[in-house]
């Protein structure tokens, strides 16, 4: 539920036939954040990925760039979607919408990441949300539960009525800056009047020769898949790889220490936006520095140290991105990644 909704942001991939065109929705900065929130945020919280080497050297005001109403980004799905359908969509805005506000309408069942997340939070503060997940009682509801956003099914149908636009610069847009003003946020309707989604040309990365992957440009993660594959492409693995315990035990050691060098450099990562990244971003896709990297792997030892890998220090994992991907029956297809915008 939470993952894909009007307050996530993400990308979008389109191929409308043989060239793919991808558009890139990520959460702005509001335009009056303090120095600190800005560098900070840009890093910490674009994607819960990392922190810069210079954020990471300012922990000025780490925590409200992480909870609280300074975490708050401009929300950039709603804006994704709708950017998409002028330009590639044929039915009905509304008709598009119904689905969801139905299955608003008729609730869901609690998850038990959903209650173990909220259950534990300061959120109870919170008497929209509490309304949600407190019984008559005030004790939390129970894995499971019905629960029915009645406020949320309220704004899908203003959505279908008013268009995707009506949260940047309509009625939505008026009742989110007075709730985020409400609560200490910084966000205001000049933020919100002034968000675009972005056209991007995706990052291409070919391996064995023919296959090609696209991703979007950081803050997205997915030019570290395309150094892993061509890490891994340099093995030339066969079904002779898996075959027998000796073969397969090597081969899996292969992956895992690919994906460890490439996971490293996610600690590098920043949104281009406010980070200077060609270097960076032409080393993840070269084969010969993915060579270099396959040299460093030995076939007989491992690290436990991030340090050993590259990492400039330590990421926790992290949660709250979801993925989708569609096909239609012309041929055309979407694919979208949906993350938490805190």
């Not at 996530?8 to 389109?14: A, K, L, P, V």
């Not at 044929?90 to 959903?114: A, S, V």
């Not at 968000?195 to 070919?206: H, M, R």
Request: proline content about 4%.
């Amino acid at each position: 539920m939470y993952y894909f909704q009007i307050g996530t942001r993400g990308y979008f991939y389109f191929f409308p036939g043989s060239q793919p065109v991808k558009t890139v929705v990520h959460s702005a900065r509001p335009l009056h954040a303090s120095s600190c929130t800005c560098k900070t945020a840009s890093f910490c919280l674009q994607e819960n990925l990392v922190q810069s080497l210079a954020a990471a050297r300012r922990p000025c005001c780490h925590d409200s760039n992480e909870q609280g109403p300074l975490a708050i980004g401009v929300p950039g799905e709603l804006k994704g979607y709708w950017t998409a359908y002028k330009k590639f969509g044929k039915l009905p805005w509304k008709d598009l919408i119904q689905p969801t506000i139905e299955l608003c309408e008729r609730g869901y069942n609690m998850t038990r990441h959903q209650h173990d997340s909220l259950s534990k939070t300061n959120l109870h503060n919170d008497s929209n949300l509490m309304s949600w997940f407190k019984d008559k009682d005030g004790t939390f509801k129970k894995v499971g539960s019905k629960i029915v956003p009645t406020k949320l099914c309220k704004t899908l149908r203003l959505i279908a009525t008013n268009g995707g636009n009506d949260l940047y610069n309509g009625t939505l847009s008026k009742m989110l800056v007075e709730d985020i003003e409400e609560i200490g946020g910084i966000i205001t309707k000049e933020d919100l009047l002034k968000y675009e989604a972005q056209w991007q040309q995706p990052i291409s990365v070919t391996f064995n020769n023919e296959d090609r992957l696209f991703s979007a440009p950081p803050p997205g993660s997915g030019v570290l898949l395309g150094l892993i594959l061509n890490i891994l492409d340099g093995y030339n693995f066969t079904r002779a790889s898996i075959d027998g315990v000796n073969n397969t035990v090597l081969t899996l050691h292969r992956m895992i220490e690919a994906f460890k060098y490439g996971y490293a450099k996610r600690t590098e990562l920043g949104d281009t936006d406010y980070n200077e990244l060609s270097r960076l971003l032409s080393d993840l896709t070269s084969k010969s520095y993915a060579e270099d990297i396959r040299r460093k792997i030995s076939d007989n030892s491992t690290s436990y140290e991030p340090k050993d890998y590259g990492a400039v220090f330590y990421s926790s994992e992290d949660h709250g991105t979801a993925h989708l991907s569609i096909l239609a029956p012309n041929g055309d297809a979407v694919s979208i990644t949906s993350s938490v915008n805190i």
